[in-house]
């Protein structure tokens, strides 16, 4: 039995004559090569953390406390480093600096780092999450929720989770935040060589997402509507940013179409999913709702989007476990797919965060085998993974309640459970007593 950051499940049950011996060994070796990796980052770390300190006591050394020379120690330290290991001093620093802020704010995350237990792309998503976090005792209810976490999951999946997490613990409510955070909203350009520049425009989330959705599909529509495009989608993202702001809204004849007129690319619409509190949806409370997938938003945004759409879902979900039991709608219409989305949220392969309404919903037991159409018979896969599945030796069974077992061709089980649909939020009201 190996250990690995997708929490493998025992094997029993498994043919092992049906086993990919030699994939299953490269399995071992790779997560036993990962855990050798992520406890020599973390050496290196623990190396970069000690010279911060040693530069910051040589600073507390001087006489002058000119802001220019208090750095001195620091950067001829990085440089010293740099040199040494064939890095840039300025590389050198600023991971001095973070290996420092590490040590500091997050200790046991730094003592799991250094077991292998974690990776580099965990220590990362953990710290942007908990430095918002000022409380020392929230932050550190924060770290050790977070670890829990971060040993089951990819950095990727880690980062909505810890979003939600930091979230509750912040001891103003989003709302406020926001309407402060607004106020930075902006675009700059930032030079970057080669004669290209950084084009970078800070929203709010759900309008950021929103732009990144709506570009993403125009993208693929280029692509269907001209195989010959040799361009990747990244590039024809870039490029659609680029005539949007330049010209016009850019048009490609495609099928798209709207009531209004309006064709082509500019028939897209960006999509992004948001699950919102009925308490809050009423302006009860001051409960965040979620971007799904993502981050917190705050509630006056989600009462705008519930406000403008043309429909929107109730789910009902398990008080317990989290789990969503069903989805209702005031105009019915396609409501499994509807229930699969709130349920699912992402791909159901472990590890992949590809949002629901980009992925197909897939027969567990193929259809043509006998498999129901129901849910407790479907999940939503990406292209990828849905592929993964049907053309090669990967298979999946659903255990009930959403979870579903995969195992892979060389015998490993891996569980992955449904987001929970229900989110815990301290109750400050005096007892009724």
């Known amino acids: 039995m190996h250990s690995n950051s997708f929490a493998p499940a025992d094997t029993v049950g498994v043919d092992m004559a049906d086993v990919d011996v030699a994939a299953r060994d490269l399995a071992v070796r790779f997560a036993e090569a990962s855990r050798v990796v992520a406890r020599a980052q973390a050496v290196q770390a623990r190396v970069l953390a000690d010279a911060a300190d040693l530069g910051m006591r040589r600073v ?16 001829a330290l990085a440089a010293e480093l740099g040199v040494a290991a064939n890095m840039s001093d300025r590389t050198v620093q600023r991971r001095m600096n973070d290996a420092a802020v590490l040590a500091e704010a997050f200790p046991a995350t730094f003592d799991a780092w250094d077991e292998g237990r974690v990776s580099a792309g965990h220590v990362a998503v953990i710290m942007e999450h908990g430095l918002p976090l000022t409380d020392v005792e929230a932050r550190a209810e924060f770290e050790a929720a977070a670890l829990a976490r971060a040993e089951g999951t990819t950095p990727g999946r880690l980062g909505s989770t810890l979003a939600r997490l930091a979230e509750s613990l912040q001891p ?140 929107w879902d109730r789910v009902l979900a398990d008080p317990i476990t989290g789990c969503v039991l069903a989805v209702d709608r005031y105009t019915p219409s396609a409501d499994m797919k509807r229930f699969l989305r709130a349920r699912d949220q992402h ?44 053309e090669t030796a990967w298979t999946v069974r659903q255990l009930g309640g959403g979870v579903l077992e995969w195992t892979s061709p060389g015998g490993h089980v891996y569980i992955d459970k449904p987001p929970s649909a229900i989110r815990f939020t301290p109750n400050t009201d005096p007892p009724p007593f």
């Open 60 to 75: 507390a050394e001087l006489a002058s406390s000119s802001s220019r020379e208090a750095e001195l120690p620091v950067r």
């Open 172 to 311: 103003r409510t989003l709302t406020e935040r926001h309407q402060e955070a607004r106020a930075s909203r902006g675009a700059c350009v930032r030079d970057i060589g080669d004669g290209m520049a950084e084009f970078i425009s800070t929203q709010p989330a759900v309008l950021a997402h929103a732009m990144h959705d709506r570009i993403t599909q125009q993208a693929h529509a280029i692509k269907k509507a001209d195989p010959t495009d040799t361009r990747t989608v990244d590039q024809i993202r870039a490029d659609l940013v680029a005539d949007m702001l330049l010209t016009t809204t850019p048009c490609v004849e495609t099928d798209a179409g709207l009531s209004d007129g309006v064709g082509g690319l500019g028939a897209i619409r960006g999509i992004v999913n948001v699950t919102v509190p009925a308490l809050a949806l009423a302006g009860v409370t001051d409960e965040p709702a979620e971007l799904v997938g993502r981050c917190p938003i705050d509630p006056a945004t989600a009462r705008a989007l519930a406000g403008h759409a043309t429909g």
């Open 347 to 390: 791909c159901r392969f472990p590890g992949c965060r590809q949002p629901a309404h980009r992925c197909d919903r897939d027969h567990t037991l193929d259809y043509a085998l006998g498999g129901e159409t129901s849910t407790c018979n479907l999940a939503c896969l990406c292209k990828r993974h849905h592929t993964l599945k049907g």
